[in-house]
C-alpha cells in the first residue's frame, strides 16, 4: 500500500465511491418491496408512481457511482503500476553486469512489462472490486435482515456450501496461475532469443528444430491455461446451481405462506428477495473470479518484487566527482574472476601514463576485455586497486567516473533510432552543431550524409540498416562528441571492410591525439605505432614494450604471435 500514499485522495475516493454503490444497490430492492407492498397491492396509482420515480432516481444514483467507481479504480492502478513500472526499470539499470550475465532477458522484459500490467488488475479487477462486492453483500444482508430476518436465514444457510466450493476453487486457481505465469516467461524468454539470434538459426538452418521447440514451450503455456478454463467451467456452473436452488426454495416457501394465510412474509418480499439474493449470491461467485484476477497479480507483483529487493549492483559509495583526467591509469596487484573460484585476472600490474596510447594483445580468453571491464566498475575486482590519477577508482562516484572514459566496442549496439539520437545518446550538453563539427573532424560527415536524411536517418533495431563498418563509425563518433578523458577501443577494427577500416584508422589517429587510449587489438598491425603494448597470456601480463622492443625478444610471445599474423594475412 506504500505506492498508493500519492494517490490518498484517490484512494479514499474509491472507498467512498463503493461503499455509495453498495446504498444504493441494496436499496433499489427494498423501494421494490415497499412499491408492492404499499401501492400495487393498495391500488394507489399516485403511490406508485412516486414509487417509481424515486425507484429511477436510485437507479441513477447507483449508475452513477459505478462510473466514479470503476474509473477511479483503473486510474488508481495505472498510476501506481506506472510508478512500479519507472522504479523497476531504474533499478534494473543500476545492477552490475554480473546480474544480466545470469538473468535471461526475456524474463526481465516479462517483469517490465506484462506482470506490472498484471499488477494493475489487483486495484481495478481485484482488490477494489472485491471490497465493492462485500461491501455490497454487507449491506445487502443488513437490509433483508431487515425486512424478513426469517427467509433471511434460509439464504444464509445456504452461503457456507458455496463459500466452500469458492475457496477450494481458489486453491486451485492460484497453482494454474503460479504455472500460467511461469510459462509465460519460458515463452517470452526463447521468442527474444531466436529473434535476436535469428541469423544464426537461419544460417544453420534450424528454422524446423526451433519451430518444434517453440511448440513444445507453447503446448506447455496452453496447458497450464487450459488448466484454468477447466477449474473455471466447474465452479461457475456450481454457483449457479446453488444460487438457483435458494432462489426458488424462497419463492416455494414464502408462497406456500401466503397461500396459507400466514403474515411469515409478503409479496414485496417475495419480489425483493429475486433481487436481493442475485445480489448477495452473484458478488460471491464474482469474487472468485476477481480474486483469480488478484491472485495473478499478486502472483506477478512477487516476481516483480523480488528483482526489486535484488541487491545486486554496483557499490556506489564514492564521494569524490571525477575530474577532467590528466589520464594516468595503475593497476596494483589485481585479482577478479567471473566466477570467485575460477580467476581471470591472476594478479596484474600496469601503469599507463597521461597521454600514452597502450595496446593490449594476447589470445582469446586471456582477459584483455576484462581490464575495461574493470576500469569502467562493470564489475568488482577481488583484491588490489585500481586507481586513475593516483585515486582510487572506488572513491569517484560511478556517474562522473563513466563520464570520463569513452569506450568503443567491437559489437556496436545501435538503438532504433536516428544517427544523430544514437551519436548524442539524448544528452542535452551535446549540441547539433558540436556532433557535425566532430563528425568532420575524424572524416565521417561524408559518410553519415549519404545516408538518406543524413543525422537524422533511422538505423532500425540494433542498427541493422547499417554495415559492421558504418556501425563502427558511429560508435567513434559517439564516444569522440562525450570528449572523454580515456578513450578505449575493444578490438574496434576487426571484421570491417578496407574502406570503413581507413576511416577508422583515420578517425582513431584524430580521437586518441592527446588523451590517453587502451586499444584492445586482434589485428597486431594496427596498433605498431602504440607507445607501448601489453601482451597477456592466460590472466598474466607476460611482455611489455614497443612493438620493435618486443620484436627484439627471443623467442618472445608477441613476437611468435606477430610473424604468425603476418605469414597468414600474406
Not at 457456507?160 to 517470452?188: D, G
Not at 578490438?491 to 570503413?500: C, F, G, P, R
Request: charged share 20%.
Amino acid at each position: 500500500m506504500v505506492y498508493t500514499k500519492p494517490y490518498k485522495w484517490r484512494f479514499n475516493g474509491v472507498i467512498v465511491w463503493a461503499i455509495s454503490l453498495s446504498l444504493f444497490a441494496a436499496l433499489r430492492p427494498y423501494l421494490l418491496k415497499e412499491t408492492v407492498d404499499d401501492y400495487i397491492q393498495t391500488k394507489d396509482e399516485l403511490g406508485l408512481l412516486i414509487a417509481v420515480t424515486v425507484m429511477g432516481i436510485v437507479l441513477l444514483l447507483e449508475v452513477f457511482s459505478q462510473f466514479y467507481f470503476v474509473y477511479w479504480a483503473n486510474w488508481l492502478g495505472q498510476d501506481i503500476v506506472k510508478d512500479i513500472r519507472i522504479k523497476l526499470f531504474g533499478h534494473i539499470l543500476s545492477f552490475r553486469m554480473k546480474y544480466f550475465d545470469h538473468a535471461p532477458v526475456g524474463q526481465l522484459v516479462t517483469r517490465t512489462v506484462s506482470d506490472i500490467e498484471a499488477i494493475a488488475k489487483i486495484f481495478s479487477q481485484g482488490l477494489f472490486m472485491i471490497l465493492s462486492d462485500l461491501s455490497k453483500m454487507l449491506v445487502v444482508l443488513i437490509f433483508m435482515f431487515y425486512m424478513n430476518w426469517k427467509l433471511t436465514w434460509i439464504v444464509i444457510i445456504a452461503m457456507p456450501i458455496l463459500l466452500y466450493f469458492t475457496r477450494i476453487f481458489q486453491k486451485k486457481m492460484q497453482v494454474a496461475f503460479e504455472e500460467v505465469r511461469t510459462q509465460i516467461a519460458n515463452m517470452n524468454t526463447f521468442v527474444q532469443e531466436r529473434v535476436t539470434g535469428m541469423k544464426i538459426v537461419q544460417l544453420f538452418t534450424r528454422e524446423a528444430i526451433e519451430a518444434e521447440k517453440f511448440s513444445e514451450i507453447n503446448d506447455k503455456h496452453n496447458k497450464a491455461w487450459i488448466k484454468t478454463v477447466w477449474y473455471n467451467s466447474i465452479f461457475f456452473p456450481i454457483a449457479d446451481i446453488i444460487s438457483s436452488l435458494t432462489l426458488g426454495f424462497i419463492v416455494w416457501y414464502g408462497g406456500i405462506k401466503i397461500l396459507g394465510g400466514d403474515n411469515f412474509t409478503t409479496f414485496g418480499d417475495l419480489f425483493s428477495y429475486t433481487m436481493f439474493i442475485g445480489m448477495l449470491f452473484n458478488p460471491l461467485r464474482q469474487i472468485a473470479d476477481k480474486f483469480n484476477e488478484m491472485q495473478m497479480g499478486m502472483i506477478a507483483a512477487n516476481r516483480v518484487f523480488d528483482i526489486l529487493d535484488t541487491s545486486d549492483h554496483i557499490q556506489d559509495k564514492g564521494n569524490l566527482v571525477a575530474p577532467i583526467f590528466d589520464g594516468a591509469i595503475q593497476f596494483k596487484a589485481v585479482h577478479f574472476g567471473y566466477i570467485p573460484e575460477e580467476e581471470v585476472i591472476k594478479g596484474i600490474d600496469l601503469q599507463v601514463n597521461p597521454g600514452e596510447t597502450v595496446a593490449i594483445v594476447g589470445a582469446t580468453g586471456a582477459g584483455k576485455s576484462t581490464i575495461i571491464n574493470l576500469l569502467n566498475r562493470f564489475y568488482e575486482i577481488n583484491s588490489g586497486t585500481i586507481c586513475i590519477d593516483g585515486e582510487n577508482i572506488n572513491n569517484y562516484t560511478l556517474e562522473s567516473l563513466r563520464h570520463q572514459i569513452a569506450v568503443v566496442l567491437q559489437e556496436v549496439f545501435l538503438f532504433a533510432d536516428t544517427v544523430y539520437n544514437n551519436i548524442t545518446l539524448y544528452n542535452p550538453r551535446v549540441s547539433r552543431e558540436q556532433v557535425v563539427k566532430a563528425a568532420k573532424e575524424i572524416g565521417v560527415h561524408d559518410f553519415i550524409m549519404s545516408l538518406p536524411g543524413g543525422f537524422d536517418y533511422n538505423v532500425k533495431e540494433r542498427g541493422a540498416m547499417l554495415s559492421s563498418g558504418q556501425r563502427q563509425l558511429i560508435a567513434f563518433l559517439r564516444a569522440y562528441v562525450s570528449n572523454p578523458s580515456i578513450l578505449i577501443l575493444d578490438e574496434a577494427t576487426s571484421s570491417i571492410d578496407s574502406y570503413s577500416e581507413e576511416l577508422i584508422q583515420n578517425a582513431t589517429q584524430t580521437i586518441t591525439k592527446g588523451r590517453t587510449s587502451i586499444v584492445i587489438a586482434h589485428r597486431l598491425a594496427t596498433i605498431v605505432n602504440a607507445d607501448k603494448i601489453v601482451v597477456m597470456d592466460k590472466g598474466k601480463i607476460v611482455e611489455q614494450g614497443t612493438h620493435y622492443e618486443l620484436l627484439n625478444l627471443e623467442m618472445g610471445y608477441y613476437k611468435n604471435l606477430y610473424y604468425s599474423q603476418y605469414l597468414i594475412e600474406n
